[in-house]
């Protein structure tokens, strides 16, 4: 731009070269300065928050079970078309791996694995592993045959076949109630084991319950702090600042002190003569307890958002309309409510974005009913340790916050976040 | 707000009206929070109201389950754990975040929105997820069960606070300030240290604090990752409240309850600061 200007002579720095190029070297280095800043903690956040958690999705879809324990077998098994049970040059690939894997300990990984596809194959892998020692020559087909009768059956064939791909989308069908039936084809789960499109349906349906309620109870109080002289509101703020900075597991535990059946407010309600004491009200250990004390964690979420939105909202706004002469009702639904949908979209995401992810306090005080899909992860975690379908619904989890996240982030902007 | 003059009847029911329902919704913010108080005084081993207590008794209150916080090796452990895993992780996620936030605010910095947005992703990541994604592939590489582990764990988890912070209080900086002291013959550690530091110092603390309550109070990663030995406080009330409900957890509580209350003052009196320093008020 600036040759154009001085009629394509160049203009030129204190050094000698073209001001252009000074410029662009000053700027580089300004980059250069601001990204060396950025990288330490651009690193570290990669090593010790990104990567694990890719490697967690990668879970989800790797199956390694049988192509690792199982080489032979799968070699054998590419070109079986499907139609009848494989031939013995098959069976003899598949003693010889069970062999392997019976002495290194190795081959109940595998069952376990396809047991998740067709249960009763932890117990016919285990048992021929075990058997398959003793086999010392063929003819193989024969004698597998004899070690369980599963190995009769097609489709068992049709599932080892299927999960010697290195890849499986099996646990991301789990996690929506789908299958693959005896044929290979893609179906639903059967009625009675279809559970997590129902839990995360209540994930979904519990989250929106609590932020609903939470833009009901924040409203009224924010408008409050908002419009009194600043000396009430900051005395006032504290009561919702101290819930804010107070250990989520000492809220919980309030909330158990306060629900349990013996707790403060059913002795309340007995007192008051509201419920007979042999009748007290069951509130925690169910949906009721993970919707009251989810909702009070979440309140100051709600709160603070609204409050700053209403806190720059003219009061003369108000004081025109009625002075135009809408009634205070009226004036208060067209003007002044419409200048809080930015707070209450930021408020709800946020609320509705941490509620689904929940964890401990539907753990401590969700009963069976109340749990939410997160307290089901956890189970897989630790408990059944079906790794690959803890990370399939840990990545549909990941994936909705995600897509809230940006939807936040076009609304508020994720400079504007606000904290305390 | 206060009640004009004027007001009819239906105004002033309003008013009253509208005033008692937000003292409802305060009372639900913050009983709670003031009922474990009493509760953790209580001589018998429940989390109920006895009747002696209720008519204020004095033998029906005492300290035992405070006496029995600080003579309980597991709980005084889990102190030190808690405190050693949340100074370390603070003073990293501290000085990271205070780097970075410096970067992220230089106009020249490319991808400044992405990059911000995958710095702080462990704030938006739900928690079960960090620690199972943490869980796999810190015990891969050993990790697990030390407390190297679940330091780093809470440092990640802590950065996108004071990376925030610090970004917000950079926003109403005066950059021809460092020029000036360029200008004057400092060169950028003094710089640093001389003019943007007392600048920030506000900014940094409350990052810093809210690093610090970050891993103080969480229990997910550490559940996941800690072993026996690892135990802070918030897991030693989770098991507390899953195995052996006694109102030591409420004594505890209480305790913390105290600390929310140093910390929110701390807080306040940090953003007057900052406020009065910035020009803002």
């Known amino acids: ?420 | 707000m206060a009640l004009p003059p004027y007001a009819g009847p239906l105004e002033t029911t309003w008013y009253y009206g509208f005033r008692f329902l937000c003292a409802c919704i305060f009372i639900f913010l913050i009983t709670p929070i003031l009922v474990i108080i009493p509760l953790s005084f209580n001589v018998e081993p429940y989390f109920t109201f006895t009747k002696g207590m209720l008519a204020f008794d004095p033998d029906a209150y005492s300290l035992r389950w405070y006496e029995d916080f600080v003579n309980n090796t597991q709980w005084t452990h889990s102190v030190k754990n808690s405190f050693i895993i949340a100074i370390a992780s603070t003073i990293l996620a501290t000085i990271l975040g205070t780097l970075a936030a410096l970067g992220l605010s230089k106009s020249h910095m490319p991808y400044r929105s992405l990059m911000m947005g995958l710095l702080i992703s462990p704030m938006i990541v739900p928690l079960i997820i960090s620690a199972a994604g943490m869980y796999f592939f810190y015990s891969n590489i050993g990790l697990d069960q030390t407390y190297l582990g679940i330091i780093l764990a809470h440092t990640a988890l802590g950065t996108p606070f004071v990376v925030i912070t610090v970004t917000a209080t950079l926003v109403g900086f005066d950059h021809s300030l460092t020029r000036a002291s360029a200008n004057l013959g400092a060169n950028p550690t003094v710089t640093f240290f001389k003019v943007i530091m007392p600048l920030i110092l506000p900014g940094v603390i409350s990052g810093a604090l809210f690093a610090f309550i970050t891993s103080f109070d969480e229990v997910v990663v550490v559940l996941f990752l800690a072993g026996f030995d690892q135990r802070t406080i918030p897991r030693q009330m989770w098991s507390g409240i899953r195995e052996q409900i006694s109102p030591t957890i409420l004594a505890v509580a209480t305790i913390l309850v105290m600390i929310s209350v140093a910390l929110l003052a701390t807080l306040e009196l940090l953003r007057r600061r900052s406020d009065r320093l910035r020009g803002i008020v």
């Not at chain 1, 995360?200 to 924010?222: D, E, G, M, Q, W």
């Not at chain 1, 897509?403 to 606000?418: E, P, Q, S, T, W």
Request: include cysteine; proline fraction near 4%.
């Open chain 1, 1 to 420: 731009m600036a040759n154009e200007n001085t009629g394509g002579e160049l203009v030129l720095a204190a050094d000698g070269t073209p001001l252009k190029a000074s410029l662009n070297k000053a700027m580089r280095k300004n980059r250069i300065r601001a990204l060396l800043l950025v990288t330490p903690l651009f690193v570290f956040i990669l090593f010790s928050f990104l990567i694990p958690i890719v490697d967690m999705t990668f879970r989800s879809v790797d199956n390694w079970h049988v192509g690792t324990l199982m080489p032979k077998t799968t070699a054998a098994l590419a070109d079986w078309d499907g139609k009848a049970l494989p031939d013995e040059p098959v069976f003899a690939a598949l003693v010889e791996d069970l062999q392997v894997g019976a002495k290194a300990r190795e081959i109940g990984k595998v069952g376990t694995r396809l047991n998740y596809e067709k249960s009763g194959l932890r117990s016919m892998i285990t048992s021929s592993g075990r058997k398959a020692l003793k086999v010392k020559e063929g003819p193989y087909k024969e004698k597998v045959l004899k070690m369980h009768k599963k190995w009769k059956e097609l489709s068992t064939w049709t599932v080892i076949k299927r999960n010697t791909a290195p890849f499986t989308i099996g646990y991301y069908l789990n996690a929506v109630d789908m299958k693959y039936d005896d044929n290979g084809e893609i179906v639903r789960q059967n009625e009675n084991r279809r559970i997590y499109g129902k839990l995360f349906l209540r994930t979904f349906a519990i989250s929106l319950a609590i932020t609903v309620i939470c833009v009901i109870l924040a409203y009224p109080i924010s408008y409050l702090l908002a419009t009194l002289p600043l000396r009430y509101s900051n005395l006032l703020m504290i009561f919702v600042l101290l819930p804010f900075w107070t250990s989520l597991l000492v809220r919980t535990t309030a909330w158990i002190a306060m629900l349990q059946s013996q707790g403060v407010l059913n002795d309340l309600f007995v007192f008051f003569g509201l419920v007979s004491d042999d009748n007290r009200l069951q509130l925690i250990h169910n949906m009721t307890g993970t919707i009251i004390a989810m909702t009070h964690i979440l309140l100051p979420f709600m709160v603070l958002p609204l409050y700053s939105v209403m806190k720059t909202i003219p009061p003369s706004y108000m004081r025109a309309a009625l002075s135009l002469g809408a009634n205070p009702l009226v004036a208060f639904v067209r003007v002044y409510m419409p200048q809080t949908l930015s707070g209450i979209g930021a408020g709800s995401i946020l609320v509705f974005i941490l509620s689904i992810g929940y964890y401990i306090t539907p753990a401590l005080v969700g009963g069976t009913d109340g749990t939410l899909i997160s307290n089901q992860i956890a189970y897989h975690m630790q408990s059944s340790l079906n790794w690959g379908l803890a990370g399939a619904l840990g990545a549909l989890l990941l994936f909705s916050v995600l897509a809230l996240y940006l939807l936040y982030n076009k609304i508020v902007g994720i400079d504007n976040m606000r904290l305390g």
